[in-house]
């Protein structure tokens, strides 16, 4: 079975950066897109940002030209840049990656999706 691992949150106050990163725990599985997730308390989970094995990338509009993604294929893993930080990007961030059929659209597709344990960012004012 893979897992995935997240690093990297924390405390940060507005204005500041900081990075995630997530790894599968075999880096010989082929994934097919893989992304992070948010949620914050009282809402439902969102996607933040998703790549896909070819690069081709997605935002959530509230992250755009703030959150960067990348993904190094050959170890499975996949980083979250995070700059210009808001308080509402509070919340506990999620990593997921598409284990289903070869796939190239940078979506996380629920039946064959698998998640990391989160972790939380907290943005201070």
């Known amino acids: 079975q893979v897992h995935l691992v997240e690093s990297g949150g924390g405390l940060v106050p507005a204005g500041g950066s900081l990075t995630l990163s997530c790894a599968a725990s075999?880096?010989?599985?082929?994934?097919?897109?893989m992304g992070w997730y948010r949620q914050a308390p009282g809402k439902q989970r969102e996607l933040v940002a998703a790549?896909?094995?070819?690069?081709?990338?997605d935002y959530a509009d509230s992250v755009r030209d703030r959150f960067t993604i990348s993904r190094d294929n050959a170890k499975n893993s996949v980083s979250l840049q995070m700059s210009s930080l808001r308080p509402e990007d509070t919340a506990v961030y999620y990593c997921?990656?598409?284990?289903?059929?070869?796939?190239?659209?940078?979506?996380?597709?629920?039946?064959?999706?698998?998640w990391g344990q989160g972790t939380q960012v907290t943005v201070s004012s």
């Open positions: 997921a990656a598409d284990t289903g059929e070869p796939w190239t659209l940078a979506v996380i597709r629920p039946w064959s999706a698998i």
């Open positions: 075999r880096s010989s599985l082929s994934l097919n897109a």
């Open positions: 790549i896909t094995s070819g690069g081709v990338t």
